[in-house]
Nanobody
Framework: QVRLEESGGGLVQAGGSLRLSCTAS????????MGWYRQAPGLPREFLAA???????????SDDVKGRFTISRDSAWNTNTIHLQVKFLKPEDTAVYYCNARFYGRDADYWGQGTQVTVSS
């Protein structure tokens, strides 16, 4: 079993920043990458960023995402926790943010329960 636990969401004023965290636990020895997606009401889930086991990082093909979102690993000793730092928050960033994990040898993606981020104007 794989468990992904997100934290750090909440209500934030526009212009502010926040940091989301996600910790993977369970059968994760073949963890290949972890990442972040978000889903706003009425819209499909969209990819934001991912960090591979090799520490290579990929961001969504969006200047806005690349300019305001930063994905990172907690530390060299805690490689199963990742963060997503978001700055200059906008009301349109309001969404449920999901942590994602992919594994070598497994086709399925794994998802956390999601953490709500609400940005007030």
């Amino acid at each position: 079993q794989v468990r992904l636990e997100e934290s750090g969401g909440g209500l934030v004023q526009a212009g502010g920043s926040l940091r989301l965290s996600c910790t993977a636990s369970g059968s994760i020895s073949t963890l290949r990458s972890m990442g972040w997606y978000r889903q706003a009401p009425g819209l499909p889930r969209e990819f934001l960023a991912a960090i591979a086991r090799s520490n290579s990082i990929k961001y969504a093909d969006s200047d806005d995402v690349k300019g305001r979102f930063t994905i990172s690993r907690d530390s060299a000793w805690n490689t199963n926790t990742i963060h997503l730092q978001v700055k200059f928050l906008k009301p349109e960033d309001t969404a449920v943010y999901y942590c994602n994990a992919r594994f070598y040898g497994r086709d399925a993606d794994y998802w956390g329960q999601g953490t709500q981020v609400t940005v007030s104007s």
